[in-house]
T-cell receptor
Framework: AQSVAQPEDQVNVAEGNPLTVKCTYSVSGNPYLFWYVQYPNRGLQFLLKYITGDNLVKGSYGFEAEFNKSQTSFHLKKPSALVSDSALYFCAVRDSGGYQKVTFGTGTKLQVIP | DTAVSQTPKYLVTQMGNDKSIKCEQNLGHDTMYWYKQDSKKFLKIMFSYNNKELIINETVPNRFSPKSPDKAHLNLHINSLELGDSAVYFC?????????????FGPGTRLTVL
């Protein structure tokens, strides 16, 4: 069975500071990993994904994430937070073997303080 | 142009009623999904169709019945609505899941059962 954990319900960061939103995963094979963002009263929007290759993945709006196989983590990062980054962030995982559903984490609310 | 659209956006109804939510995507994707997001923002997959064929059917009450008339449409019919069905329902689409493509989400339908 596959699973994903987002250990922080909420992350607060001052505008201009770097931000990190944590994600760890568990799959039986190799993982496909995703980050999505949800703004209030909106659907989820794709930010970035890791399938294979370079462990540092760059995505939309200046976000990036680092795949760490030994720590089974895929933390989302941004060098300088904007107030407009305040939203709910979901990590998601699926096993690369065959067809599997995508499992979403419980979400982390990011609050960027002006 | 809207990529994934859902109707209605809001649905308020009485317990015991039957209701439908419609979803359409104009992205040319093979696969469509229904997700339920509860009041704590947890996101759970309910169903997935690939080229009109049901490929994922999670543990969902039989009162929920998806229908895919063609690969651009996936509707969700709910019989005998219960209070616990109150949630936001998201439709999503993607290319074939074997290709680890990201999902595109609709704006959601907020269902309130009174």
């Amino acid at each position: 069975a596959q699973s994903v954990a987002q250990p922080e319900d909420q992350v607060n960061v001052a505008e201009g500071n770097p931000l990190t939103v944590k994600c760890t995963y568990s799959v039986s094979g190799n993982p496909y990993l995703f980050w999505y963002v949800q703004y209030p009263n909106r659907g989820l929007q794709f930010l970035l994904k890791y399938i294979t290759g370079d462990n540092l993945v760059k995505g939309s709006y200046g976000f990036e994430a680092e795949f760490n196989k030994s720590q089974t983590s895929f933390h989302l990062k941004k060098p300088s937070a904007l107030v407009s980054d305040s939203a709910l962030y979901f990590c998601a995982v699926r096993d690369s073997g065959g067809y599997q559903k995508v499992t979403f984490g419980t979400g982390t609310k990011l609050q960027v303080i002006p | 142009d809207t990529a994934v659209s859902q109707t209605p956006k809001y649905l308020v109804t009485q317990m015991g009623n039957d209701k439908s939510i419609k979803c359409e995507q104009n992205l040319g994707h093979d696969t469509m999904y229904w997700y339920k997001q509860d009041s704590k923002k947890f996101l759970k997959i309910m169903f997935s169709y690939n080229n009109k064929e049901l490929i994922i059917n999670e543990t969902v009450p039989n009162r929920f019945s998806p229908k895919s008339p063609d690969k651009a449409h996936l509707n969700l019919h709910i019989n005998s609505l219960e209070l616990g069905d109150s949630a936001v329902y998201f439709c999503a689409s993607s290319h074939h899941p074997d290709r680890a493509r990201e999902q595109f989400f609709g704006p959601g339908t907020r269902l309130t059962v009174l």
